[in-house]
């Protein structure tokens, strides 16, 4: 680290004498300042909020103008030491690609619908912001939803932000994040490091990456709101696999909050609450939220209130206050285990363990909170209650899928009865493995085995979704696979709520061909409608005796939701009340070498998905029958619903299918590194990072979609934008999960839109409408079929037709650039050209599609001018100018001594030479100097320092004498050293 410091000093030294022997010059950098009323959110000391409040006069907007102005040699220079300065940034996408350096106090607003990104790569720092001492940077947006600005920053071969770079003690640098989702990433080190970090809004990410040896954030970190994930590095040495911690510092609340923190050992692993030692942890991947300490109600002090059925009023209460249940246990994903008591889902969670139930258990699902099931929940012989705080939207929900052949998803595991379920509110899935029911028996595959019967089920409110198991009904019983044996039907009470079922032959009843159905008690008001699979009929009503394959309630005096239409066979929903159309059943080829059918149900344009299992991902991921090997597979597994009958313009994918999905694009064992969707309209595929994205941002299923629109049904600024256009086509790409829109991807997504030319193909292109109105044309191709392009964000854009402006269907090249050489002394040819072209897929450009013109070969050291321009009929147009370089080459050469004996000294004295051989060609010649001599007879030699020739004098006794030759350097060769002995024995 010193001999570091000492290099920077020389360095700083060496540009100081520079400057101070130049003329000297005045320079003015002019900034681009705005108007006033500028918005953003701002941190209230007294309500400890975040609230709107408006900037001062002479904020800087970050456009190119006063980029160019504020680049300062290797850096680009916000703020000035001891004065406060506003920026605000100005362009949807801006990136400035060396270090920024932060001087004084920096208020930096993220424009709404902005993208600003920070890469350093600077030669003194590489860090993406470098943070002088004692300087201060705050960072705001101006809006919390789906449109505020993003700051993505990272560090090329350092931290994201760091102390000052010449200062080795701690740093009093204060980061400060009030909004944006904001990324910091430390290549080679550090994300965060020498600055104390305070949070109080926004989603904030800290990462150290790629070699990692450091943690996510180095310093204190204050969180008073918003997110903050980090993760530390992982490095495999000589020694093992070394795990950096996601904070190396202290976590503490602010004050009037209480932190809480969450860690987890793997990247897929699952967040579980964390104990601080001495508020810190050593965790690699760490997530901290916060929330107010005093005001406001708490679960713990004050209760949780929820809706119950009251069956004197015949409809649902809400129980608050006194009635509000005070006395509970918080489910955490090692909750699978509920005994008599009650249970709170206050945070959305995953249970990857079957969760048995042991008592009566009670269940309460907060507002816009999920609990997943993963394996299903075990209710035989007891009994399990499930309530809601409201009866909207909003409800809680649970997912149970059982995920286990002849389990059911809320009932038996195998040949298991369903004990009893009552169900007063909120959004319930329920999804059984082979041969066992949605809700009710579990199946069985052996020959004379029980088979599980329904149970009893009573349904209050809430919004439930019931789906089979082969043989299996919907609600109800179980199916033996062996002997053909279907489980009796449970008895099923309905007063309210909405229900869809769907079973193979019976969607509320037995088993397939069940004779004993059980009971169907409809209450209140409540209607159903059914229809079978096997015929024309349609939706009938209810008769009260017959049951259908599929059965949904039409009607409710007490509903806690509205009906959404038939169930799918893994659980999901399709439109509202009667159906406008008679759905479909879908079985979907998910492909890569080889294809596997999953299950999906479509109805009203939206195709929910069944839940893809590990198994059948791992079987379309293996390498087709006869391939040699993985390299032969394809990149992409494709989920294709374009074969449907009905239009899809919307697929609904399980959060854990999504998971998954996300896993088997990061895989490295397997060749598929893009995950694509076929919609009607179009395709949509994306790459890992956008994967893992996706999945990270999940906080249930996963809705994607590609639908056209209206001119109308944009705002003013983005109709306003396309006038004078030849605008074609319209449409939407929309990425959400949980009525929650995931708009930045953190990777790249490529979207294929189906639209005929009816013009020359190479002039349609896709422009990008953002919500401001500044369109932004992509780089865009079309096959005549459709128009495509990358994006990493999903909005609105048009397919708009330009007579002066070339699509890329033709690959525009751009740069050109060459490996550089190292001098050898002969001629070289420039060789390993790196052409790049705008192109929606990346694309090698082979030596055949362009001539090459300039300096092609070269023998000294220098720069080189290079050209290309495209070939006809290539696939490619235009040319670019580009450089390479042959660099200096080192210096080697053998130096060979003597010998000679002391007694031919006795009379006279005697010369011998050093010789030089294999001199590099082109290096300088050397020159000699004796290094040591034996003590005592330094006086007796001597050297001539151009030939090497060394003279020993009479009398000289033993000794060893040490010359050292060096080879200067020149314009082609660097300096180079050799030694040899010359001994007298």
């Known amino acids: 680290m010193g001999k570091k410091i000492k290099q920077l000093f020389g360095i700083v030294l060496s540009l100081t004498l520079i400057a101070g022997l130049m003329p000297q010059m005045s320079m003015v950098a002019r900034a681009t300042e705005i108007g006033t009323d500028i918005s953003y959110l701002g941190w209230n000391d007294s309500t400890k909020e975040l609230e709107e409040k408006t900037a001062p006069e002479g904020v800087i907007a970050l456009d190119s103008t006063t980029l160019v102005s504020l680049k300062a040699g290797y850096a680009t220079k916000l703020g000035t030491a001891g004065n406060t300065t506003w920026y605000i940034t100005d362009g949807t996408e801006t990136t400035i690609t060396d270090s920024t350096s932060i001087s004084g106090t920096v208020n930096l607003i993220l424009k709404d619908s902005t993208t600003l990104t920070l890469n350093g790569i600077g030669q003194l720092s590489s860090n993406g912001i470098q943070m002088d001492n004692g300087s201060t940077l705050n960072i705001y947006t101006q809006s919390d939803g789906a449109n505020k600005g993003v700051l993505n920053v990272s560090g090329y071969s350092g931290v994201g932000v760091e102390r000052d770079f010449m200062s080795m003690s701690d740093s009093n640098a204060n980061l400060n994040l009030y909004g944006g989702a904001l990324s910091f990433t430390g290549t080679n080190d550090y994300g965060i490091t020498g600055a104390t970090t305070s949070i109080y809004g926004g989603t904030v990410d800290v990462a150290s990456r790629l070699v990692g040896f450091d943690a996510g954030i180095k310093g204190n970190v204050i969180s008073y709101g918003g997110t903050l994930t980090a993760s530390g590095g992982a490095y495999t040495g000589g020694s093992g696999l070394e795990v950096y911690p996601g904070i190396e510092g202290t976590i503490t609340a602010g004050d009037g909050f209480t932190v809480s923190v969450q860690t987890k050992d793997t990247e897929g692993g699952t967040w579980a609450d964390a104990t601080l030692t001495d508020n810190k942890t050593s965790a690699q991947f760490v997530k901290v939220t916060a929330a107010k300490s005093e005001g406001g109600s708490t679960p713990?002090?004050?209760?949780?209130?929820?809706?119950?059925?009251?069956?004197?009023?015949?409809?649902?209460?809400?129980?608050?206050?006194?009635?509000?249940?005070?006395?509970?246990?918080?489910?955490?994903?090692?909750?699978?285990?509920?005994?008599?008591?009650?249970?709170?889902?206050?945070?959305?969670?995953?249970?990857?363990?079957?969760?048995?139930?042991?008592?009566?258990?009670?269940?309460?699902l907060c507002d816009g909170k999920t609990l997943t099931a993963g394996k299903g929940i075990t209710t035989t012989g007891k009994t399990l209650n499930i309530y809601a705080q409201s009866k909207g939207d909003n409800m809680g929900k649970l997912i149970a899928?059982?995920?286990?052949?002849?389990?059911?998803?809320?009932?038996?595991?195998?040949?298991?009865?369903?004990?009893?379920?009552?169900?007063?509110?909120?959004?319930?899935?329920?999804?059984?493995?082979?041969?066992?029911?949605?809700?009710?028996?579990?199946?069985?595959?052996?020959?004379?085995?029980?088979?599980?019967?329904?149970?009893?089920?009573?349904?209050?409110?809430?919004?439930?979704?019931?789906?089979?198991?082969?043989?299996?009904?919907?609600?109800?019983?179980?199916?033996?696979?062996?002997?053909?044996?279907?489980?009796?039907?449970?008895?099923?009470?309905?007063?309210?709520?909405?229900?869809?079922?769907?079973?193979?032959?019976?969607?509320?009843?037995?088993?397939?061909?069940?004779?004993n159905n059980g009971t169907l008690t409809l209450n209140n008001g409540v209607t159903m409608q059914m229809k079978q699979y096997d015929t024309d009929d349609g939706w009938l009503p209810y008769d009260g005796q017959t049951r259908g394959a599929v059965m949904q309630t039409v009607s409710s005096a007490s509903s806690g939701g509205t009906p959404t239409g038939n169930t799918t066979s893994g659980g999901g929903g399709g439109g509202g009340g009667a159906p406008a159309s008679s759905g479909e059943t879908y079985t979907i080829p998910v492909e890569?070498?080889?294809?596997?059918?999953?299950?999906?149900?479509?109805?009203?344009?939206?195709?929910?998905?069944?839940?893809?299992?590990?198994?059948?991902?791992?079987?379309?991921?293996?390498?087709?029958?006869?391939?040699?090997?993985?390299?032969?597979?394809?990149?992409?597994?494709?989920?294709?619903?374009?074969?449907?009958?009905?239009?899809?313009?919307?697929?609904?994918?399980?959060?854990?299918?999504?998971?998954?999905?996300?896993?088997?694009?990061?895989?490295?064992?397997?060749?598929?590194?893009k995950v694509a969707v076929k919609l009607s309209q179009g395709e949509i595929e994306f790459d890992a990072n956008a994967m893992n994205t996706i999945s990270n941002e999940a906080t249930g299923s996963v809705k994607v979609e590609i639908a056209e629109k209206k001119t109308t049904d944009l705002n003013a600024s983005q109709q306003a934008?396309?006038?004078?256009?030849?605008?074609?086509?319209?449409?939407?790409?929309?990425?959400?999960?949980?009525?929650?829109?995931?708009?930045?991807?953190?990777?790249?997504?490529?979207?294929s839109k189906n639209h005929v030319a009816t013009k020359d193909k190479n002039f349609?292109?896709?422009?990008?409408?953002?919500?401001?109105?500044?369109?932004?044309?992509?780089?865009?191709?079309?096959?005549?079929?459709?128009?495509?392009?990358?994006?990493?964000?999903?909005?609105?854009?048009?397919?708009?037709?330009?007579?002066?402006?070339?699509?890329?269907?033709?690959?525009?090249?751009?740069?050109?650039?060459?490996?550089?050489?190292?001098?050898?002394?002969?001629?070289?040819?420039?060789?390993?050209?790196?052409?790049?072209?705008?192109?929606?897929?990346?694309?090698?450009?082979?030596a055949s599609a362009y001539e090459i013109s300039g300096k092609t070969s070269g023998k000294n050291v220098g720069t080189y001018n290079i050209s290309i321009k495209a070939k006809g009929d290539s696939g490619f147009r235009d040319g670019a100018s580009g450089t390479w370089q042959i660099n200096k080459g080192k210096t080697s050469f053998k130096l060979k001594g003597a010998k000679i004996a002391a007694k031919k000294l006795e009379k006279k004295g005697k010369t011998v030479k050093v010789k030089v051989n294999k001199l590099s060609a082109g290096a300088s010649k050397p020159t000699f100097k004796i290094k040591k001599v034996t003590k005592g007879q330094k006086k007796n030699v001597e050297i001539n320092k151009k030939t090497g020739a060394v003279t020993i004098k009479k009398g000289c006794g033993k000794c060893e004498i040490t010359v050292v030759a060096t080879s200067k350097a020149n314009k082609n060769r660097k300096k180079g050293k050799a030694t040899a002995k010359v001994v007298v024995k």
Request: glycine content about 14%; proline content about 2%.
């Open 592 to 673: 890569n070498e080889n294809t596997v059918s999953v299950g999906a149900e479509i109805k009203d344009g939206t195709a929910t998905v069944n839940e893809i299992t590990d198994e059948q991902i791992a079987q379309a991921t293996q390498p087709a029958s006869g391939s040699e090997g993985a390299q032969e597979q394809s990149d992409t597994l494709t989920i294709d619903l374009s074969g449907a009958k009905q239009k899809v313009d919307t697929v609904e994918i399980p959060e854990k299918t999504v998971e998954k999905l996300a896993d088997a694009a990061a895989d490295s064992d397997n060749n598929v590194d």
């Open 401 to 515: 899928t059982a995920n286990t052949d002849c389990c059911a998803g809320i009932g038996g595991i195998e040949g298991g009865n369903g004990g009893t379920v009552t169900i007063n509110g909120g959004l319930v899935e329920a999804t059984g493995g082979k041969y066992a029911a949605g809700i009710g028996g579990g199946g069985t595959n052996t020959h004379e085995a029980t088979v599980g019967a329904g149970g009893a089920m009573t349904i209050n409110g809430g919004n439930v979704k019931a789906g089979y198991g082969m043989g299996a009904a919907g609600i109800g019983g179980g199916y033996n696979g062996a002997d053909l044996v279907p489980g009796d039907g449970a008895d099923v009470t309905i007063n309210g709520g909405t229900v869809q079922a769907e079973g193979n032959n019976w969607a509320i009843g037995g088993g397939f061909k069940s004779q």
């Open 721 to 751: 934008s396309l006038e004078g256009k030849q605008t074609e086509m319209v449409f939407g790409v929309n990425v959400s999960s949980n009525g929650k829109e995931i708009h930045q991807f953190n990777g790249n997504a490529k979207v």
């Open 300 to 364: 713990e002090t004050n209760g949780v209130s929820y809706w119950d059925w009251d069956s004197s009023q015949k409809k649902l209460v809400e129980k608050t206050g006194s009635n509000a249940c005070t006395e509970y246990t918080t489910v955490t994903d090692s909750t699978t285990e509920w005994s008599d008591g009650w249970y709170v889902v206050s945070e959305t969670v995953t249970i990857s363990s079957r969760i048995t139930v042991t008592g009566t258990a009670h269940l309460i």
């Open 764 to 846: 349609y292109h896709i422009e990008y409408l953002p919500d401001n109105g500044k369109a932004q044309r992509l780089v865009s191709e079309h096959t005549g079929n459709q128009g495509i392009y990358k994006e990493r964000h999903a909005s609105d854009y048009a397919i708009v037709y330009d007579e002066n402006d070339q699509n890329e269907n033709i690959k525009p090249i751009v740069s050109v650039s060459a490996k550089n050489l190292t001098y050898n002394g002969k001629k070289q040819n420039v060789k390993n050209l790196k052409v790049e072209v705008l192109s929606v897929d990346d694309v090698e450009v082979p």
